[in-house]
């Protein structure tokens, strides 16, 4: 029997702690509740915990300096830490993230919000085991072929590199290889031609408290550096260095530049795969149109024949049952002149209907001149 995921939450608000135990367990979730981060360190220490929900502002030991000591401690440093607060301004945002928070909640806690956030982090946590394991294997094949010892051999690699992806995972790929030839550690991060984010890091999916902060640092300065931590932004990508080496200020400075040559090249890549992948949606959307207007045409050739072969017939068994119908001849000609008159404006429809083919045939060779 699998076991069930284990989860600790901790706040100085004992309805909070209810509400999260009973979000928890209708999961079948099971979960450790504490009144203080002193008392949750102490959980920590005797149980085996999947993930970890703290509010910040708490007595005795806040949040910040709670999550702190979680990731400094080897036993506890990969536990998923998800902070709570009613407040998500940038700054908020930067302190979690550089204690290594992984998400957070925001406050009054709503209990679709609750249970997506906690499945989604859970699941991205396993597979990002799954795809450390690869990348690893990955790494050490593909950094044979790209085996030079100077910074400068290192952008021009990169530079071959780059122009050769075919896809953004390629090119994620590509980047973090060169990021870890300079002995840094990255998430990157496209936004499609519609705006929307798509993020790729060393260790499988992107934490979505770092979508987050680098999208809000995309307001700041082409450079935001916070910690040992800089964001490089661009119009379509982000590029979050995790491990700059600010106590070396020559290497660090120097980096940067190297930073800003790589950074030119992959914004020049990134929007040559948006244009190539916004190319192919049309050409799918066109071809698309010319299939739908073939079979309009078609199925309208073949309705205006019915309805003149139908009208017709009508015609001819209008005439034969005026034989025997005994009518006057004024009555007979009036009756086949309202049907005469039926017939003529069915063709009259057809004619009109052979036009409206016409331009559609006419649209239709224009695009499969535009798909050729």
Do not use: W
């Amino acid at each position: 029997m699998e076991k069930a995921t284990t989860i600790l939450a901790v706040d100085d608000d004992e309805d909070i702690l209810n509400l999260y135990r009973l979000h928890a367990e209708e999961q079948g979730y099971k979960i450790f509740v504490s009144s203080s981060a002193v008392k949750a360190l102490a959980i920590l220490e005797q149980d085996k915990v999947d993930l970890i929900i703290s509010d910040i502002l708490m007595p005795d030991l806040d949040g910040y300096e709670f999550c702190r000591q979680v990731k400094e401690n080897p036993k506890t440093q990969k536990i998923p830490f998800v902070f709570v607060s009613a407040m998500t301004s940038l700054e908020e945002l930067v302190t979690g993230y550089g204690l290594g928070a992984d998400d957070y909640l925001t406050k009054p806690i709503e209990h679709e919000q609750f249970l997506l956030k906690i499945k989604h982090i859970l699941s991205v946590s396993k597979k990002n085991e799954e795809v450390q394991e690869q990348l690893d294997t990955y790494y050490k094949t593909a950094m044979q072929a790209m085996n030079y010892s100077s910074e400068m051999g290192v952008i021009l690699e990169f530079y071959k590199v780059c122009v050769a992806a075919k896809s953004f995972r390629e090119l994620a790929n590509y980047i973090f290889m060169t990021m870890k030839q300079l002995e840094l550690y990255c998430s990157f991060q496209i936004y499609d031609l519609n705006g929307q984010a798509m993020g790729y890091t060393e260790q499988g999916e992107i934490p979505p408290l770092e979508t987050d902060i680098m999208l809000l640092a995309k307001k700041q300065s082409r450079f935001y550096d916070f910690g040992v931590r800089t964001i490089v932004s661009y119009d379509n990508f982000s590029l979050l260095i995790k491990n700059m080496p600010v106590e070396d200020k020559e290497k660090y400075g120097r980096l940067k530049d190297i930073l800003g040559t790589l950074c030119d090249a992959i914004s020049s890549r990134v929007e040559v795969l948006l244009t190539n992948d916004s190319l192919m949606q049309k050409q799918q959307v066109v071809e698309s149109v010319s299939v739908t207007i073939m079979d309009v045409d078609s199925s309208f050739s073949q309705l205006q024949k019915q309805n003149v072969t139908a009208i017709e017939n009508m015609l001819e068994q209008i005439e034969e049952a005026l034989l025997i119908l005994g009518l006057t001849e004024f009555q007979e000609e009036n009756v086949l002149g309202i049907a005469k008159k039926c017939l003529a404006e069915t063709n009259k429809a057809f004619y009109e209907g052979v036009e409206i083919n016409c331009k559609l045939e006419k649209l239709r060779e224009q695009l499969s001149t535009i798909l050729n």
